[in-house]
């Protein structure tokens, strides 16, 4: 929940500066729903918008909720779905989730499914059976446009989150390589390339040696990408 109108010039720079870069990595910003249409009718077509989140449903009496029909037509092509911060402040559940799969992908969006264990399951060593329970719950199994189904995971463990503690990348390298697992035991080929993100205090500083872990195909980016430039510098990590 952050930014006005006065913040898309961010989102402005991010589109100039990835014009001058190679085109090796994709670049996606997902704005609070207010600003979305705005975000994606700026000129370039290198950045990607997406939503924070939406209904299952394509319409109905639903105040204050938006489909996923509504986010593609304000310009989205991705939609966040199951984040701690929405299991925790709306009690979502998995499988509402994963209902939220199904209609993003119906509105020909792709779903960025997210995942990930609190301190106290770390402490016990539940990382991997907390993480295989959210997942083939929340996950979709087919895809009404595709043969196979299509999704983005995202890995966030919880206590990382906004507090600048991050897990080694020792951990980190252990939890997506069980993903990985899980995946490829569901999906079969399509679980071999299912990209595998992760969250969780990723910054400039710590972006290149987090990316080089396997497995990992990526960020998902919070605080620091509210400024152009710790974005970028992230980026700029993910393709060199």
């Excluded at 779905?81 to 979502?92: F, I, K, N, P, T």
């Excluded at 509402?96 to 399951?121: D, F, K, W």
Aim: hydrophobic residues 40%.
């Amino acid at each position: 929940m952050h930014g006005l109108k006065a913040q898309l010039s961010e989102a402005e720079t991010v589109a100039a500066r990835l014009s001058e870069l190679p085109d090796t990595a994709d670049c996606l910003l997902c704005p609070p729903a207010t600003l979305l249409a705005a975000m994606s009718a700026i000129p370039g077509n290198r950045l990607l918008t997406g939503g924070q989140y939406c209904h299952p449903e394509i319409m109905g009496a639903h105040t204050g909720d938006l489909s996923a029909e509504m986010l593609a037509d304000a310009g989205a092509t991705y939609a966040i779905l199951g984040h701690s911060e929405r299991r925790q402040d709306h009690a979502e559940r998995s499988t509402y989730v994963q209902e939220q799969a199904y209609a993003t992908m119906r509105a020909g969006l792709t779903p960025i499914i997210c995942i990930g264990e609190n301190y106290n399951e770390r402490q016990r060593g539940e990382t991997d059976r907390v993480n295989e329970r959210v997942l083939l719950k929340s996950m979709p199994y087919s895809n009404p446009l595709r043969d196979e189904a299509y999704f983005v995971v995202a890995y966030e463990p919880k206590w990382a989150i906004g507090t600048g503690q991050t897990p080694t990348l020792e951990e980190i390298e252990s939890a997506h390589a069980h993903i990985r697992k899980i995946l490829i035991q569901h999906q079969g080929v399509a679980g071999e390339k299912t990209p595998i993100l992760y969250g969780g205090s990723m910054k400039p500083k710590n972006a290149a040696e987090i990316l080089a872990v396997p497995n990992v195909n990526g960020g998902l980016i919070g605080g620091a990408s509210l400024k152009a430039d710790d974005f970028m510098a992230i980026y700029e990590s993910a393709i060199a």
